[in-house]
């Protein structure tokens, strides 16, 4: 150990400050297995703020990069390691504190979505945003990402549940932001500015969330398309209309990579499929869901399946929520996450198809549909040079492609490290400077998280 670390040892002690090679290993990587990803100097697994205050002075007393982790669940390289530098774990904070009479929880940030759903289910509540990987992701992964989810179309995303915030500064100090009121507008809305901000501004040690009465039972329909525009298609009939509590689309590559895990008997020729759920009260669910059915039907979709049994209708949901480890499991994956207008759906989806035509590589589609956030999965052998040279061009394909149709280069996993060559392009030299002049401010040596989002 240098003698720097050996000081932070010594204030931490050796179960906070990890500096043993094989330990450290696990914290290199997050779930996009960032090629690129460095060897940190030490790994601090903090247990409350005032450890990560610890860390996040010594970082700065000796220009050490310091790098916000999670769960490791991301899928954009924001928590991958860098040389040198301090990994500042937060897994081991992960209290819950559930406030019934305002419908607030306080929660730590290690604490898992699920977790936090778990909590709040105890006392007839509901914390909606529903990322595929509820089950393993961190609240604070969801706050650094603004992260969405199946439910998304209907009850919005992580940032529409934040109310307040405890946050480390660069130089170390703990500032607490907004808290448990649904209105206030005092001072700038400096809470809103750190949600999605991916740890680049500072470290969340907590955050108080905004909870909602248990979600009904739930309707639920599940309708294959012989062509993808039929299905996309299907979806702005929909939007137009209705407002379900889930849209959910699977192209006919990600439909068999899930029938293949799953052997549950979906339609492996299907172009498209879409998953569909209502939870208005009750006779009004079976309503909304006929009314989809219909409109489905009338886009020429080959088959209809309608439930009103909630167990039976989380089979299809949990398919959905499978569809990238389904795919995982037939090569190494670069996970995309653009969205666009919703008029601009089929565009893409089409778009995405071609490129995948062209440069010769799978390109598994998955979408929130409803609100036009897709994630294509480009799937690649690495031991392939010539095949992940195309990914990666086609990687790049998706972006500009989704930007050309007027939307974005990430719409919940975060711009993290492997997006970053592409968001100034996308926001403008005087979007991208303004951006830079926040970091600056509030990170003035640089060391919060870099390469994340910012050169």
Not at 323 to 350: C, K, N, S, W, Y
Request: with cysteine.
């Amino acid at each position: 150990m240098s003698a720097p670390i050996h000081e932070l040892v010594a204030e931490l002690g050796d179960d906070v400050v990890v500096t043993e090679p094989d330990r450290m290993a696990g914290y290199r990587y997050d779930r996009a297995h960032d090629p690129d990803a460095g060897t940190p100097l030490a790994v601090v697994r903090a247990r409350h703020t005032a450890d990560v205050q610890a860390a996040v002075r010594f970082a700065a007393a000796h220009l050490l990069p310091v790098v916000p982790r999670g769960a490791g669940s991301g899928l954009s390289g924001g928590s991958s390691a860098v040389d040198g530098g301090l990994v500042v774990s937060l897994e081991r904070m992960t209290a819950i504190d559930v406030d019934p009479v305002t419908r607030v929880v306080v929660t730590q940030p290690g604490a898992m979505n699920a977790q936090v759903k778990a909590a709040a289910a105890e006392h007839g509540l509901w914390y909606p945003p529903d990322p595929s990987s509820y089950e393993f992701c961190s609240i604070g992964g969801n706050v650094a990402t603004n992260a969405g989810g199946l439910c998304c179309v209907k009850y919005g995303v992580t940032t529409d549940y934040v109310l307040g915030l405890e946050v480390v500064l660069a130089d170390g100090t703990a500032v607490r932001l907004g808290g448990p009121r649904l209105k206030d507008v005092a001072g700038l809305s400096l809470t809103k500015l750190f949600v999605g901000s991916e740890g680049t501004l500072g470290v969340v040690t907590e955050v108080t969330l905004r909870l909602v009465p248990q979600q009904r039972p739930t309707a639920t329909l599940v309708a294959t398309f012989a062509e993808l525009d039929d299905a996309t298609g299907a979806v702005l009939d929909i939007t137009r209309r209705l407002r379900p509590s889930m849209l959910e689309f699977m192209d006919r590559p990600t439909i068999n990579a899930v029938e293949d895990m799953t052997r549950m008997g979906l339609d492996r020729e299907a172009a498209a499929m879409l998953v569909v759920q209502s939870d208005e009260p009750a006779g009004h669910a079976a309503a909304e869901i006929a009314e989809i059915e219909a409109l489905c039907e009338k886009r020429g979709a080959t088959e209809v399946f309608t439930t009103d049994d909630p167990a039976e209708g989380q089979q299809f949901v949990t398919a959905r929520r499978e569809a990238i480890p389904a795919v995982e499991r037939t090569g190494t994956l670069l996970l995309e996450d653009v969205g666009v207008p919703l008029p601009q759906l089929g565009a893409l989806v089409d778009g995405i198809a071609a490129i995948s035509a062209a440069r010769e590589v799978t390109i598994a589609v998955i979408a929130h549909a409803g609100d036009g956030n897709t994630h294509p999965l480009v799937v690649y052998d690495p031991a392939d040079a010539d095949m992940a040279q195309r990914a990666q061009t086609a990687f790049g394909e998706v972006m500009d492609l989704a930007v050309s149709l007027g939307g974005a280069i990430t719409g919940e996993h975060g711009v993290g490290r492997l997006k970053r060559p592409w968001l100034g392009g996308y926001l403008g030299d005087d979007v991208m400077a303004l951006n830079r002049r926040v970091k600056d401010a509030l990170d003035p040596l640089g060391i919060l998280n870099p390469g994340a989002v910012f050169d």
